[in-house]
């Protein structure tokens, strides 16, 4: 069993964190940034509205007790390296840093040297993606998501495919074209064709649509031929990030069958840039749904395998001033839980790599206003979205911003994931 490390609540920073930051000093999540001054991508810990430089505190003597550390894991370009000395190496790193920035610690605080080096505003770093991503799975693992749209676009009588209930459905992605939080996409071209249509067309999408999703990644290579089973899922997964898994719905709905998705989702993909560690969530470690058909047995959990993580999705036109918020949900309504997604991923002996993207499913909630798509939001749009520059949406625009946020909260503890914010550009 994992043996999780985290802060009590009532630690505090001496480091003043503004109200409802998502960067608590019990959150510390990893990424991967550089600055205009020093360009060397290197590894930070989000703390406030700042980034500790893990390169300066290690080059300044501050990370001598953390076993197996060096200066070349610090500086790179992912965190791949430094997860692949172990989880004893970087959550000595993360249980140091805490350390460090608590109240009552003062090697950081009355160095003043140290202490103007070693924070970087998050406003003024690059952010990159956190990890060299060798594979991106999907999975479809929201009850609600896969019922809308199977009565959607099938049945609405008997909306959810036999093998759902017994298999945490998922799809091979691709990982080549999975973008950091800030980098816009352009709006995909592809073969269109409506029911009607003897023949499809080609051209850009008319149906660009967003999925909030969450993803974990693995901090743990497996070799071929390996399961892992869901009572040690915990030890592969490093932590959870932000994703927007793009979709083109009518390039999807015309090339999907037989083999499923394809071009319709491989064009862009947008994940946050902080992984936020299990660690961190243990606290808000919470049971998921009722699973109403018994899973085989290497399907089967003991004890609460989901987080309570509030998610929502904002969404801003060239034209509005600021965003407005088009979904609130919460990651606990998942009904296939990660421990199963990467017990079933892994069931055939397939090796996963560290640093590898696994993405949820869309998150839709029970309520209209918890879809995690503008497909379901506007329910195949019959029901579009009024924005207040006057305008109407069924999908996703040119010029269109789309922001998703996530984060933990209880005990006035809050551990956050930031956002993921993505604007669209015209097709080329
Ligand atoms: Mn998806």
Redesign the pocket.
Known sequence: MQTFTNLPWTARSWLEIPVNSDFSIQNLPFGIFSTSEARQPRVGLALGEFIIDTAVLFDAGMLAQVPGLSRELLYANSLNSLLSTGVSTWRALRVRVAELFTQGNNDVLKNADLHARVLVKQSQAQLYLPTKVSNYV?F?SSREHATNVGAMFRDPQNPLLPNWLHIPIGYNGRSSSIVPSGVAIQRPQGQLKNDADPAPTFGPTRQLDF?L?MAFITGKQTQLGERIPTSATDEHIFGLALLN?W?ARDIQRWEYVPLGPFLG?TFATSLSPWIVTLDALQPFRVEGPEQTVPVLPYLQTHGPQTYDIQLEVWLQSARMNEPIKVCHTNFRHMYWSMAQQLAHMTSNGTNIDIGDVY?S??ISGPTPDSYGSMLELCWKGTKPIDLPDGSQRKFIEDGDTVIMKGWAQKNGVRVGFGEVRTSVLAAN
């Open positions: 999907d479809y999925e999703e898994d979709s989702k993405g499913g869309t």
